[in-house]
């Protein structure tokens, strides 16, 4: 029987992703049937929620909930006014952002696929590496991404984007063995490795030619 878990919200390390301010709680509790995040704003004005990506395939139905501060969401060009306490549903691949009104707005959201299993993707440690990768830092880069993969080999994500670190670092042998096992965990990163141009390095590679055919 699995264990429970808790920990207070400020137990959980805040990390950041492009500038936004996160606590991972999925990752923190071990959840594996829906994501589970806090995403935070320091002060008055600072935008709390920000706006999916175009084209995000993760754009889950999703619940938000204000635990703390105060936010005015925007979402479907309507604006609605989320004091502590407030519930706010959006479906999926909404446009939607909120905007903290207070310092220390704290906002729990809540997603998944409907009529789908919940595939957890790990983005919540790669975010914080991300700068460091657009940074050119690919060795400390990696050396974090080695160290992710061991602590949790079941994240597909970690393993395409270090294998495209060991790519643009000549390691080319332990680019394509990453790669594979990155396509072994989903699918969806076969068509990436086609496409991506960190990945160039290799595509001579007979291994890479097999993996992508």
Not at 52 to 70: N, S, W
Request: net charge negative.
């Amino acid at each position: 029987m699995a264990r429970w878990a808790a920990a207070h919200l400020d137990e959980i390390d805040e990390l950041e992703d492009a500038g936004f301010r996160y606590r991972p709680v999925r990752l923190q509790l071990g959840i594996t049937a829906f994501g589970a995040t806090v995403w935070t704003a320091p002060s008055a004005g600072d935008r709390v929620v920000n706006e999916h990506d175009p084209g995000d395939p993760t754009a889950d139905q999703e619940l938000f909930f204000v635990i703390r501060g105060h936010a005015v969401f925007e979402l479907g060009g309507e604006r609605v006014d989320a004091p502590a306490g407030t519930f706010l549903s959006a479906p999926p691949g909404s446009q939607r952002r909120a905007n903290a009104t207070e310092a220390g707005t704290a906002i729990l959201l809540i997603e998944g696929t409907p009529g789908k299993g919940y595939e957890p993707r790990g983005w919540e440690l790669w975010a914080p590496l991300a700068p460091m990768y657009g940074e050119g830092r690919y060795a400390q880069v990696a050396d974090a991404l080695l160290a992710a993969v061991e602590a949790h080999p079941e994240y597909g994500m970690l393993f395409f984007n270090l294998a495209c670190c060991e790519s643009l670092m000549g390691r080319r042998t332990e680019a394509v063995d990453h790669l594979r096992r990155a396509i072994q965990l989903a699918e969806e990163f076969r068509d990436d490795a086609r496409s991506d141009a960190d990945l160039d390095a290799i595509r001579d590679e007979p291994g890479f030619r097999e993996l992508v055919r």
